[in-house]
């Protein structure tokens, strides 16, 4: 089993549609989850960053973590073409080492 | 917010050259950098931790001769592909933790990446 595990999708939404986005991890040492976008040819880029479990909510975005369950979700509101790209969840324990997921691959169609 | 730039985006070198990858934190110190590689629809493989000051840590399998890391100063890393070779054609990125000493809770910032073509 993977440590992280994620869906690659592809995802495919009408623009305005509420995109859920999970990954599920068998590591209980993990601590601090990421939520990363990837444009194509790009680095990933930051989006939610958070460490205990329940909701963090940041504009449109909302990130879920039940720890107990073992499974990280994200939430994308009132989704936009310009949304669309490569999510990455991303999660560590106490050191410094990320564990990434392979990746969503979202298109928001205008 | 934090930023981290990198530089070349793209190089295309022939086999047998070396090709050096600059990463810079432009608004924070970083005395720890770490350096991924990224193959085609695969997500981000560590390669290694560059720390300043002292030896990078290389993870298994990395070859440590081949990619050279130097971290010379607290906003610069850089890592040199010694004698490239095809395979060695990747998307190579690196990343930083925001706060200085703070690593352990710190998220990773990413530069934008450099595409390595080796023929």
């Known amino acids: 089993q993977k440590e992280v595990e994620q869906d690659p999708g592809p995802l495919s939404v009408p623009e305005g549609a509420i995109v859920s986005l999970n990954c599920t991890y068998s590591?209980?040492?993990?601590?601090?989850f990421m939520w990363y976008r990837q444009y194509s040819r790009k680095g990933p880029e930051l989006l939610m960053y958070?460490?205990?479990?329940g909701n963090k909510e940041d504009g449109r975005f909302t990130a879920q973590v039940d720890k107990s369950s073992k499974y990280i979700s994200l939430f994308i509101r009132d989704s936009q073409p310009s949304d669309s790209a490569t999510y990455l969840c991303?999660?560590?324990?106490?050191?410094?080492?990320?564990?990434f997921g392979k990746g969503t691959l979202l298109t928001v169609n205008p | 917010g934090a930023v981290v730039s990198q530089h070349p985006s793209r190089v295309i070198c022939k086999s047998g050259t070396s090709v050096k990858i600059e990463c810079r934190s432009l608004?924070?110190?970083?005395?720890?950098m770490f350096w991924y590689r990224q193959f085609p629809k695969q997500s981000l493989m560590l390669m290694a931790t560059?720390?300043?000051?002292?030896?990078?840590?290389?993870e298994q399998g990395v070859e440590k001769d081949k990619f050279l890391i130097n971290h010379a100063s607290l906003t610069l890393s850089t890592l040199t592909v010694t004698s490239a070779h095809p395979e060695d054609s990747s998307f190579y990125i690196c990343?930083?933790?925001?706060?200085?000493?703070?690593?352990?809770?710190?998220?990773?910032?990413f530069g934008n990446g450099t595409r390595l073509t080796v023929t």
């Open positions: 990343s930083a933790p925001e706060a200085r000493g703070l690593i352990y809770n710190s998220p990773l910032h």
């Open positions: 590591n209980s040492a993990f601590q601090y």
């Open positions: 608004d924070f110190q970083a005395t720890t």
């Open positions: 991303a999660m560590r324990s106490s050191n410094y080492k990320l564990t």
């Open positions: 958070t460490y205990s479990s």
């Open positions: 560059s720390n300043e000051g002292s030896k990078a840590t290389y």
